[in-house]
């Protein structure tokens, strides 16, 4: 049975840094595309982040280039999300995602095992 567990959300003041991980059991991690979405409260999931199945490759939302970096250590079955430079607009509930497509997708659609979800707060 495949597991995604995220950890690492909480409270944070604007400006400053959250890493959120996410651990993967029950699949051949390294046959799959990894992803971070959010969501917040009546609004539809977004893309944030996906890396490749190598960690060669990585896609990026246009509101969190520069600022978030997504790794994932395949020995590990973990992905990662670094978020620095926090906004109050990054407040949401983040994801976990795995995909067996080949390439990076954006659309959750896309996306066949989710985690719960972690809840990162950014006060201002």
């Known amino acids: 049975q495949v597991q995604l567990v995220e950890s690492g959300g909480g409270l944070v003041q604007a400006g400053g840094s959250l890493r959120l991980s996410c651990a993967a059991s029950?699949?051949?991690?390294?046959?799959?595309?990894m992803g971070w979405f959010r969501q917040t409260a009546g609004k539809e999931r977004e893309f944030v982040a996906a890396?490749?199945?190598?960690?060669?490759?990585?896609s990026y939302a246009d509101s969190v280039k520069g600022r978030f970096t997504i790794s994932r250590d395949n020995a590990k079955k973990m992905v990662y999300l670094q978020m620095n430079s926090l906004k109050p607009e990054d407040a949401a509930v983040y994801y976990c995602?795995?995909?067996?497509?080949?390439?990076?997708?954006?659309?959750?659609?896309?996306?066949?095992?989710w985690g719960q979800g972690t809840q990162v707060t950014v006060s201002s």
């Open positions: 029950g699949v051949t991690f390294s046959s799959y595309v």
């Open positions: 995602t795995a995909s067996l497509r080949i390439i990076i997708a954006t659309s959750p659609n896309l996306y066949d095992y």
């Open positions: 890396i490749n199945r190598s960690g060669g490759s990585t």
